[in-house]
């Protein structure tokens, strides 16, 4: 059996369709019929050579959820049920070692050093060669943490759970929200969306984004922000003076960053309060560095400040979840849809950012 990908053999050219054989699968590994990929901001990186992880040649694409094709042997799903042929299923989209200082001392499976990710670290000629999603089909290793989705489960809608979900998952896993907490996000992003809709979820009083674009903005109302502040319009001035009116003079009680530049992580300072916490999820690589006080901006407020790097399977778990309680809400998030062999299109379009999330439907 053949199947198709778009395989990257360069960086910075277009992605070609490439004819693949099937392996036979070995023991525990899952072939997938990929319902839905998704296109990541940071798939773009990779295309343009800035991700050091990367071999080539890849199929890129780290968010996949699709349907069970084909098992060898048993594969279970993370609550213990047995994976059938048929089965609807996302999964986690980087493979920790289980045995590092990271994984059993740390208990962070994410900073494994062993930990490779779908669509990122294993190039297209190490079997079993279909290791990314921009494909028809994913061969899914023995040790992939797999969760079992409701037939009824859109899978364009549901594949953002595998990246910006679960990364948000994962910030909100490192803090202590409280009912009435004020929460500030920056950046309007598919994470930015995520950080309002958990920040939602979890109980939060005001939700505030601060971001550059105004379709962007608008959506993250609709996704349960009480105000958003358009930093091509407001001053930064005005947004902190806005930020303390609203709050008592107090501050965001939780900012999260989700812009990935360093200004952002200075004015995110300003507006955290005292006693709070700041989380990072936005770079996903050196964009550059930040001025900071150390005295006022951080000492004199006992501010916690945490860098929150990629995910485990707890947190893509809790995104399914988030996503469940309202597709029609996530739904939007995806501004294009296009068939596997418009990739190339597909990271124009998040390139240029154009789009706010990119599927492709295979
Ligand atoms: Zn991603
Ligand atoms: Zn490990």
Redesign the pocket.
């Known amino acids: 059996m053949k199947t198709q990908a778009m395989v990257m053999t360069d960086f910075n050219k277009s992605l070609e369709l490439t004819e693949i054989e099937v392996p036979h699968l070995e023991n525990g590994q899952v072939l997938v019929r990929l319902a839905a990929s998704g296109v990541c901001g940071s798939d773009v990186h990779i295309w343009h050579g800035e991700d050091k992880r990367v071999k080539l040649p890849l199929i890129p694409g780290h968010e996949g959820v699709g349907y069970i094709e084909d098992i060898k042997g048993q594969h279970c799903s993370v609550d213990g049920q047995i994976l059938h042929p048929g089965d609807l299923i996302i999964w986690n989209r980087g493979i920790?070692?289980?045995?590092?200082y990271?994984?059993q001392v740390l208990k962070q499976?994410s900073l494994?050093?062993?930990?490779i990710t779908y669509g990122i670290n294993n190039p297209c000629d190490t079997p079993p060669y279909l290791n990314g999603c921009y494909a028809h089909h994913i061969i899914l290793t023995a040790d992939t943490d797999i969760i079992k989705l409701d037939d009824s489960t859109d899978p364009v809608t549901m594949v953002s759970a595998s990246c910006s979900g679960a990364t948000i998952a994962h910030a909100f896993d490192m803090c202590r929200i409280k009912p009435g907490s004020t929460v500030a996000v920056q950046g309007p992003g598919p994470l930015g969306l995520f950080a309002v809709a958990f920040a939602r979820a979890l109980g939060a009083g005001t939700i505030i984004v601060i971001g550059g674009t105004a379709s962007r903005l608008d959506m993250c109302k609709k996704f349960g922000a009480d105000m958003v502040l358009d930093r091509k319009s407001v001053s930064k001035k005005d947004r902190f003076d806005t930020i303390m009116q609203v709050t008592g003079g107090r501050g965001a009680d939780i900012v999260i960053e989700a812009a990935g530049y360093p200004d952002a992580a200075k004015e995110g300072l300003d507006i955290l309060a005292m006693g709070g916490t700041y989380l990072s999820t936005g770079f996903a690589q050196f964009t550059g560095y930040a001025q900071i006080d150390f005295f006022s901006q951080i000492v004199r407020k006992n501010a916690i400040i945490k860098g929150v790097w990629v995910s485990d399977t707890s947190h893509l778990y809790d995104a399914v979840h988030l996503i469940s309680k309202n597709p029609p809400l996530f739904s939007n998030m995806v501004t294009h849809t296009m068939p596997l062999d418009n990739a190339n299109q597909a990271l124009e379009l998040m390139a240029s950012k154009k789009a706010l999330k990119v599927v492709l439907t295979n």
């Open positions: 920790s070692c289980g045995r590092c990271a994984c499976p494994c050093q062993e930990r």
